[in-house]
């Protein structure tokens, strides 16, 4: 098979159907699928004696063969690039200990997470070199697939591009019981999707200028690349995130064969959707099911289809994984027509709407600052967000919530979209409302964040901040915190 690298996003959602288009470097790749898929470690400790489920992270440089025979100089967390998944069950009390050996300060932020502020790992959380940070939760939230990365102020994108990344797990009564596949690694397997560009010594290329910032010329899957991954025929279940800085995958079987999204960000979907392709922007997670007969052979891969919507990242086809099933045939029953009971965010009649204007670099003409607060919201309040963007390709991430895409340039969101969501693609010119769930952890001292998670937009300031508080007193809380508060680890 031709394989071609890149990009450009620039994209159209519309009946379900996305389509991009557009230029940019060609990598060199064998096409060969040489590369067993590495499954990153499996951590989950079990809970101590007082019941808490306690992590051990260390952020700390490595040297890793991103092109098999030459080693790059790379971070990693528990290990010399991305990190451990961590899987976790709701009504956990969970302990991390973050240990900063990287050299710079940094944050953890747990994606998806439902939180505390001051535990969010945001750019107020910064983590001097030497330090450990400690933050401690408890899990409340349905089963769902999160993740872990940097938010420093300003040097997000270098921090993940370098390798510092790793998927989250949460599991619950509910989904056990629904029958998915769920043997990690085997049935059950994370996928990260990351490019990179490499020099001819292998070592990362690290240029984040222009518009969206670095847009890689080699495409890795779990630090893979050219992987193929041996699994047993039936179904398997692939949780998919997006952890590059800019790239919008397309994502589709070679053989155009029918899949099934089952989950999102925020949790499960109510029901299998049946799909052909699914979209995939930075930061957003989604979990599919496909059936593999007995020595079928299959690829993975992202398409790009030229249009007059496709204007701003080129995004070509090339391949992401060769599915081999070899192993003994599991569970190919059909999957079950309910999945979760779980209710989805919703507004009441007379929500509040906030809305949120896209331009370049800036939401509603401002640069992030990290002493103003640009939102304040009762806590557990349900509200309705509208983003409209105006120019360039983004999307948008809100920090501890759980949202329901509603609309997308006034129609329904496809099947798929419909589930809980806490990141959202936003096409040029488009318009998309959202039902956004908030929590209850009210701190006025404390910011969440809402941000374009093209980190390098990210970086260079697209970003506000809100606070959750007792509801009543959002007209007494200051909207300017005392100095770019930092809580350093210690």
Same mark, same amino acid.
């Given at each position: 098979?031709?394989?071609?690298?890149?990009?450009?996003?620039?994209?159209?959602?519309?009946?379900?159907?996305?389509?991009?288009?557009?230029?940019?470097?060609?990598?060199?790749?064998?096409?060969?699928?040489?590369?067993?898929?590495?499954?990153?470690?499996?951590?989950?400790?079990?809970?101590?004696?007082?019941?808490?489920?306690?992590?051990?992270?260390?952020?700390?440089?490595?040297?890793?063969?991103?092109?098999?025979?030459?080693?790059?100089?790379?971070?990693?967390?528990?290990?010399?690039?991305?990190?451990?998944?961590?899987?976790?069950?709701?009504?956990?009390?969970?302990?991390?200990?973050?240990?900063?050996?990287?050299?710079?300060?940094?944050?953890?932020?747990?994606?998806?997470?439902?939180?505390?502020?001051?535990?969010?790992?945001?750019?107020?959380?910064?983590?001097?070199?030497?330090?450990?940070?400690?933050?401690?939760?408890?899990?409340?939230?349905?089963?769902?697939?999160?993740?872990?990365?940097?938010?420093?102020?300003?040097?997000?994108?270098?921090?993940?591009?370098?390798?510092?990344?790793?998927?989250?797990?949460?599991?619950?009564?509910?989904?056990?019981?629904?029958?998915?596949?769920?043997?990690?690694?085997?049935?059950?397997?994370?996928?990260?999707?990351?490019?990179?560009?490499?020099?001819?010594?292998?070592?990362?290329?690290?240029?984040?200028?222009?518009?969206?910032?670095?847009?890689?010329?080699?495409?890795?899957?779990?630090?893979?690349?050219?992987?193929?991954?041996?699994?047993?025929?039936?179904?398997?279940?692939?949780?998919?995130?997006?952890?590059?800085?800019?790239?919008?995958?397309?994502?589709?079987?070679?053989?155009?064969?029918?899949?099934?999204?089952?989950?999102?960000?925020?949790?499960?979907?109510?029901?299998?959707?049946?799909?052909?392709?699914?979209?995939?922007? &930075?930061?957003?997670?989604?979990?599919?099911?496909?059936?593999?007969?007995?020595?079928?052979?299959?690829?993975?891969?992202?398409?790009?289809?030229?249009?007059?919507?496709?204007?701003?990242?080129?995004?070509?086809?090339?391949?992401?994984?060769?599915?081999?099933?070899?192993?003994?045939?599991?569970?190919?029953?059909?999957?079950?027509?309910?999945?979760?009971?779980?209710?989805?965010?919703?507004?009441?009649?007379?929500?509040?709407?906030?809305?949120?204007?896209?331009?370049?670099?800036?939401?509603?003409?401002?640069?992030?600052?990290?002493?103003?607060?640009?939102?304040?919201?009762?806590?557990?309040?349900?509200?309705?967000?509208?983003?409209?963007?105006?120019?360039?390709?983004?999307?948008?991430?809100?920090?501890?919530?759980?949202?329901?895409?509603?609309?997308?340039?006034?129609?329904?969101?496809?099947?798929?979209?419909?589930? &809980?969501?806490?990141?959202?693609?936003?096409?040029?010119?488009?318009?998309?409302?959202?039902?956004?769930?908030?929590?209850?952890?009210?701190?006025?001292?404390?910011?969440?964040?809402?941000?374009?998670?093209?980190?390098?937009?990210?970086?260079?300031?697209?970003?506000?901040?809100?606070?959750?508080?007792?509801?009543?007193?959002?007209?007494?809380?200051?909207?300017?915190?005392?100095?770019?508060?930092?809580?350093?680890?210690?």
């Amino acid at each position: 098979m031709d394989r071609r690298s890149f990009l450009k996003l620039g994209a159209l959602v519309a009946a379900g159907t996305v389509v991009a288009g557009c230029s940019a470097e060609t990598a060199h790749r064998p096409g060969a699928f040489a590369n067993r898929l590495r499954v990153p470690p499996l951590l989950s400790p079990d809970p101590d004696a007082s019941g808490i489920r306690r992590f051990e992270l260390t952020l700390r440089p490595g040297s890793t063969e991103l092109i098999p025979g030459l080693r790059a100089s790379t971070w990693g967390i528990n290990g010399d690039h991305l990190g451990p998944t961590l899987r976790m069950r709701r009504g956990d009390r969970v302990a991390m200990a973050v240990t900063n050996r990287i050299g710079e300060p940094t944050t953890l932020h747990w994606h998806g997470m439902r939180l505390p502020a001051r535990m969010d790992g945001g750019p107020h959380q910064t983590i001097a070199p030497g330090a450990t940070w400690r933050p401690e939760w408890t899990i409340d939230q349905p089963a769902a697939t999160g993740w872990y990365h940097p938010h420093p102020h300003e040097q997000t994108a270098r921090h993940v591009y370098r390798g510092l990344a790793g998927m989250i797990q949460i599991v619950d009564p509910e989904a056990d019981a629904a029958g998915l596949p769920s043997d990690y690694g085997v049935d059950d397997i994370p996928l990260i999707l990351q490019d990179k560009r490499l020099d001819s010594d292998g070592q990362l290329v690290e240029d984040f200028g222009g518009t969206f910032g670095l847009i890689g010329d080699t495409i890795l899957v779990n630090g893979t690349f050219d992987p193929f991954a041996e699994v047993p025929a039936g179904r398997i279940r692939f949780r998919v995130l997006n952890a590059s800085n800019a790239r919008i995958y397309f994502l589709e079987f070679a053989d155009g064969r029918e899949f099934h999204v089952i989950g999102t960000d925020g949790g499960l979907l109510p029901g299998p959707a049946a799909v052909r392709r699914a979209v995939l922007s &930075p930061g957003e997670r989604l979990e599919i099911v496909a059936s593999f007969a007995p020595g079928e052979q299959v690829v993975l891969r992202s398409v790009g289809e030229r249009t007059d919507a496709a204007t701003d990242i080129e995004e070509g086809d090339f391949d992401l994984l060769k599915i081999i099933a070899a192993g003994p045939r599991r569970d190919a029953s059909p999957l079950p027509a309910r999945l979760s009971s779980a209710a989805l965010p919703e507004a009441p009649p007379g929500a509040r709407v906030r809305r949120m204007t896209l331009t370049g670099s800036e939401i509603n003409g401002k640069d992030m600052d990290m002493t103003r607060i640009d939102e304040v919201v009762p806590a557990g309040a349900r509200e309705i967000w509208e983003i409209h963007n105006t120019t360039y390709t983004h999307n948008f991430h809100i920090h501890e919530v759980a949202f329901r895409v509603l609309e997308i340039n006034g129609a329904p969101p496809p099947a798929y979209l419909s589930g &809980p969501k806490d990141t959202v693609y936003v096409p040029k010119e488009a318009t998309v409302k959202l039902a956004v769930e908030f929590g209850r952890h009210a701190d006025p001292a404390a910011p969440y964040m809402y941000h374009c998670h093209i980190l390098r937009h990210e970086d260079k300031g697209m970003m506000g901040q809100f606070v959750i508080v007792a509801p009543g007193t959002e007209d007494s809380v200051s909207r300017l915190l005392p100095m770019p508060g930092h809580d350093h680890g210690g």
